[in-house]
């Protein structure tokens, strides 16, 4: 979900991990290159996403549901089914994160990567909070309001770590975010390198293989099981992507599938109940398949100037579309047809999320990186 710029300081590949002689000249990005397909596919994963909140789960498809008061399966059921498969985009969203995070940290020290992470995430998320508590206070009847203590709260994007409830129930990815982060930022600090970087997703697998049946809330929180092979195969496609490929890389990868595609039966049977095993494999496959042909430089001729602006609106769709549209959806409903109400509200926040890019992401965060750089220059000096 994050849409950093590039970091192409390429370090050399250590001797232990050399390539076989049978597997190509270790790729180098170019300096000034750009993944035009990742953005291409963020917004892909973000439409699935919000087009499977507005009708493809198990919320919208009850009797006297609040958001389009009948079952949705009986309104459009082609789309309502196309929709149910739509959850696949958060996973989407967890492997090009460790994709993107592991291309943006390369060369950056822990400072830097702190505040690149701070000025990605919080301008939008902090409109985008505001604005889901404006709505939901103007037009109740379909989500209830956090009171006011809680609300601020989440202006921390910690709320989940002091049990309390999201504004926005979308925000629940974002602390997995954080905790990936967390963990990541250990390997930047001792500077990134092919080995390390391996070790860690050996390291961090291990640990999200043994956390659920050992039971232990700390380990279980900190190795995150649920989305940690999401992010383990994008790092692993990164690697791939600057080093080249070899056997160790493709068996991480692997791993990282067949473990997946557990999580997402998991996911359907205890959260979703609307799609099938066998479809979103399939849907996620296609994806990791994609992303290898970004990773070995298959799409490098993919150069269309309109996927930057489609990847800048990600974030801001992710974080507005769901308790904010659902409310509009509500009050559009018996206005006009169904597809045209679902069609007409993400057209609105598409248009919405631009202006959120450019007056609100962009401004802020220039202001609070020159705020953070100066109070680190300010403890630099004082020391």
Sequence with gaps: MTGLSLIRDVQPLPPLAAPPTSVAAPRRPER????????????????????????????????????????????????????????????????????????SCWGRTPRQFFVSRVIRLYPAYWFAVLFTTGVLVALPGVWERLRWRDVLLNLTMLQSGSGVRNVDGVYWTLWSELRFYLLFLAVVAT????????????????????????KLPLLELIANPEGAWYFIAGLALYLMHRFGQDLLLWGILGLSWLMAQRELGLRIDEVERVSSWRGAVLIFTVFLLVMVAVALGRTDRMRWRWLVTAGSLTYPLYLMHYAAGTTVISRLRDELDARVVVGVVLAGFLVLSWLVHRCVERPVARAVKSGLETAFARVRNAG
Excluded: Q
């Excluded at 919000?50 to 009708?55: I, K, P, S, V």
């Excluded at 929709?83 to 993107?100: D, H, K, L, R, T």
């Excluded at 500077?191 to 050992?214: D, H, N, S």
């Design 32 to 103: 000034g290159s750009r993944l035009y397909a990742v953005d291409g596919i963020r917004l892909l994963a973000a439409l699935m996403v919000a087009l499977h909140h507005y009708a493809g789960t198990r919320r919208v498809d009850r009797p006297g549901n609040p958001i389009w008061d009948r079952p949705v399966s009986d309104i459009m059921p082609t789309v309502f089914h196309v929709a149910s498969y739509g959850w696949i985009g958060v996973e989407i969203f967890f492997v090009i994160s460790g994709f993107v995070i592991c291309m």
């Design 191 to 214: 500077g990134l390198t092919y080995r390390k970087v391996v070790l860690f997703c050996c390291v961090w697998g291990a640990a999200a293989m043994l956390a659920p049946v050992a």
